[in-house]
């Protein structure tokens, strides 16, 4: 089984962080192979499971646009429940709010899972948090992309898992960031820098990290195919050139307006989501 695999091998793989499973063992004398033992490791690696998922599934762009504008922010824009579509929608302010409110789960659930089983439990957490904003079970599954949330993921995993120049210093979520803003500068298109980030992720993740990655490695695969499912519109999107993109000056956001505004540039949808988003900038 696979938690006892890693339980195998976890002595040879120690942190400097608590772990509540391989506390619990020497603290009750836990013999290896006993019927306790194994049920520590599974419920070990159930919390790692249940915990992060449940705190992605609280997403913050929903919450944000039902207690603020008291409407449903997948029923605008683009349809999805995260940062970009909330700073189209509703603007700057709710957008920071979202992201901060992302960036605190993803990271309340990964360091859950390093205290729970360390790197194990990292790699478990890092992929629920982000499985569970995707596919969030208090909205019917209906939820985000998970880049905010995979951004925290990446950035504490980095860190943990680094074993190359400098313990502890994140270099490959330093090189991930950068390749996000040249993307991002060169094609204007926040989905594709995400994409490709995600899939930079496990590459430079396994190229980059020591002995103790635990499940990291393989969870970040996980988690870079479910980001690519959740961009699958966008990049259909970005192939017919109907994806929108980020403007980095007034005059570019001027033109992008005038151009939605032309005749025909946009069905009957499209023109009732543009005048929620002019009505939210008149008040």
């Not at 020497?26 to 013999?31: R, S």
């Amino acid at each position: 089984m696979l938690f006892a695999q890693a339980a195998a091998a976890e002595p040879a793989a120690k942190t400097v962080l608590f772990n509540l499973v391989d506390w619990s063992v020497v603290h009750f004398g836990l013999q290896a192979g006993s019927p306790l033992y194994y049920t520590v490791y599974v419920l070990g690696v159930l919390a790692c499971i249940v915990i992060p998922y449940l705190l992605g599934s609280v997403n913050p762009a929903i919450l944000i646009s039902r207690l603020v504008y008291h409407e449903d922010i997948r029923e605008y824009g683009s349809g999805n429940a995260g940062t970009t579509n909330m700073l189209r929608t509703y603007g700057k302010k709710a957008a920071l709010a979202t992201f901060l409110l992302d960036l605190a789960k993803a990271a309340l659930a990964c360091f859950a899972g390093l205290l729970i089983w360390e790197m194990n439990g990292l790699g478990l957490a890092g992929f629920f948090v982000v499985f569970g904003h995707m596919f969030p079970v208090f909205e019917k599954f209906r939820g985000g992309k998970g880049v905010a949330c995979l951004t925290v993921v990446a950035l504490i995993t980095s860190i943990f898992t680094n074993n190359w120049l400098v313990p502890f210093v994140p270099f490959a979520f330093l090189i991930l960031l950068a390749a996000f803003v040249l993307v991002l500068v060169g094609t204007r298109y926040v989905s594709m820098a995400s994409v490709i980030c995600a899939l930079l992720y496990p590459v430079l993740l396994r190229s980059l990290s020591g002995p103790n990655a635990g499940l990291c490695v393989a969870m970040a695969v996980l988690t870079a195919c479910f980001v690519v499912y959740r961009h699958k519109d966008n990049l259909k999107r970005i192939s017919n050139r109907t994806e929108s993109q980020i403007s980095f000056s007034r005059t570019e956001k001027k033109k992008i307006a005038g151009d939605d505004a032309a005749p025909g540039g946009s069905d009957g949808s499209d023109r009732k989501k543009k005048g929620r988003r002019s009505q939210e900038e008149d008040r």
